[in-house]
């Protein structure tokens, strides 16, 4: 026995064995990055939203998924010659491996990019990323964690699997293995030598599926990037906070205390500093239908500069939709919506409207913060993070300068302590305020806020409420979709009821929550009151 494990020790070091696990190894790293780069293309082309190519993708995989992998090597060996395409055997193989790997690594990153909440996108599209800096940043980094483990699965099956590729005679570690026995009939120690390297190689792949699952795992609490980013992910060293004299005054944590002039300095760059009183919101016989509903029937609203406008209504009444379609997130069936003088995203071709080719540079130069029902904050980032993420990405400013601009934006809405917390490290309130901040650092013109507490406890609207009420103050121009009849009656300089896809009645909060004039909006505004009631006795 001593003799038998010796001699299979020979074997496991032989140079001429070695070097064949070298060139399966070098097949399968070549083959593996071709098949993830046609992958990625194939999974996106069968997400497109054109039929043809989602058609073309489906049949690639289909075809290549059903038919052996060892007729697809012997048929490429064969046929291309015949066409007047020679290629040597390690070449052949590494197309043959990556040409099938692209079919399976494609349903992978599919899977991995459907299993990201679509919220994400929505949130970076609002802030005017482009779909592939979007895929990017954004999404692929969240996919990760699902598609590292059929990835590195398949690694290991293509390492295993090189052994095929003998039968066009590249000579591998198999090859080289079924060599030797030739020789000397030593089946077993040749053979289980092979299987010893195999397992030291796919073990490798193994240690390494373990440390790519830790770095995108992004529930673990790491340190805040410099810049040196790969996929979203930091892989530099951590960067050094501003200075506090960049800050600002200190305040408490969790303290609500806004720079007015620092403030106003910022948005005014975006063109707020226009002092014309006139409209900047513009909606003009809105449409708006999914399937058979209609979701939106002619409705006109205006919004002047400086005005804070709260839109309030029963679910399904349309205001959500209406407060998205402002900056493009949803389509215009009929009408149009302009933004100090300007469409978002469309143009007028023959008299009618239609979406333009760029629309994320529209949405990014008209400036439109939003801040979500859900918070929407990308869950990869810390807070810090997801403040400098559009600014930097979007609108290239300098990411020293845009760090310092976070880093006071999150002191004045009493997250100084937080700024290296990912989302799910915080509260509701928190995150919501973190969302705020993340819409006023690309200086905007106008803010939208998607029902910011429906989705906090009682105690935490507070928090929200009190950022929003001195934005209202600072004079910025905001248009709320809330139920919170306090914050409309005190902030609001105009309400607007709407029911059914239309507007009811609008005016100052004293006349349509203080005498409205129609009965719809009375027993509304009655259930609200009653909710809030029992909320309150609820959270006491």
Do not use: C
Request: hydrophobic share 45%; no cysteine.
């Amino acid at each position: 026995m001593p003799s038998v494990l010796k001699e299979l020790a020979g074997y496991v070091v032989e140079p001429f064995l070695l070097q064949g696990a070298v060139t399966a190894i070098e097949i399968a790293a070549v083959a593996m990055v071709g098949g993830i780069i046609l992958g990625l293309g194939l999974a996106l082309m069968r997400l497109s939203r054109v039929a043809p190519v989602r058609w073309i993708a489906w049949f690639y995989i289909w075809f290549v998924r059903g038919t052996p992998q060892l007729l697809q090597l012997v048929f490429l060996y064969d046929a291309l010659p015949i066409i007047g395409i020679k290629l040597d055997t390690f070449t052949t193989a590494v197309v043959g491996f990556a040409l099938n790997e692209a079919a399976f690594s494609a349903e992978i990153i599919r899977g991995g990019i459907l299993s990201v909440n679509r919220n994400q996108s929505i949130a970076a599209s609002a802030f005017g990323m482009p779909p592939l800096l979007t895929l990017r940043r954004i999404i692929l980094p969240q996919a990760m964690r699902a598609i590292l483990p059929g990835m590195a699965n398949d690694t290991i099956s293509m390492i295993k699997g090189t052994s095929i590729a003998s039968v066009i005679f590249v000579n591998e570690l198999t090859f080289r293995s079924q060599q030797i026995v030739g020789q000397n009939f030593k089946f077993f120690t040749v053979f289980a030598a092979a299987g010893i390297i195999y397992l030291v190689m796919t073990s490798a792949i193994a240690g390494i599926q373990i440390l790519l699952e830790r770095r995108f795992n992004f529930e673990l609490e790491r340190k805040p990037a410099d810049g040196n980013r790969l996929f979203g992910f930091n892989f530099g060293r951590a960067a050094t906070p501003p200075p506090a004299a960049a800050i600002g005054k200190p305040v408490k944590s969790g303290a609500v205390v806004l720079d007015r002039e620092w403030l106003q300095s910022l948005t005014s760059g975006a063109g707020n500093g226009d002092t014309d009183s006139g409209p900047f919101v513009i909606g003009r016989n809105l449409w708006k239908s999914y399937g058979d509903r209609e979701v939106l029937k002619g409705v006109d609203f205006t919004v002047n500069r400086g005005e804070v406008v709260v839109i309030m209504g029963p679910s399904g009444s349309g205001k959500s939709t209406l407060l998205r379609m402002v900056n493009h997130l949803e389509s215009i069936d009929q009408g149009e919506i302009l933004v100090g003088g300007k469409h978002i995203g469309y143009e007028r071709v023959n008299g009618a409207f239609r979406p333009t080719g760029d629309l994320a540079s529209a949405r990014a130069k008209a400036r439109i913060g939003m801040v979500f029902q859900h918070f929407n904050l990308f869950d990869h980032l810390t807070a810090l993070e997801n403040v400098i993420e559009a600014p930097t990405r979007v609108h290239r400013e300098d990411a020293a300068k845009a760090r310092e601009t976070a880093m006071r934006l999150l002191t004045m809405v009493g997250l100084s302590n937080h700024t290296d917390h990912l989302p799910h490290r915080l509260s509701g309130g928190q995150q919501q305020r973190v969302g705020i901040a993340r819409a006023l650092a690309i200086s905007p013109r106008l803010m939208l806020f998607d029902e910011p507490t429906s989705a906090l406890d009682p105690e935490l609207v507070g928090e929200v409420l009190a950022v929003l009420r001195q934005l209202a103050d600072l004079g910025m121009t905001m248009i709320v979709v809330t139920h919170e009849i306090g914050f409309a009656r005190d902030v609001a300089d105009r309400v607007i009821f709407m029911d059914e896809g239309g507007i009811v009645e609008q005016g100052k909060p004293s006349e349509v929550i203080g005498n409205p004039r129609h009965e719809r909006t009375r027993r509304f505004l009655r259930l609200v009151e009653e909710k809030t009631e029992e909320a309150e006795v609820v959270s006491a």
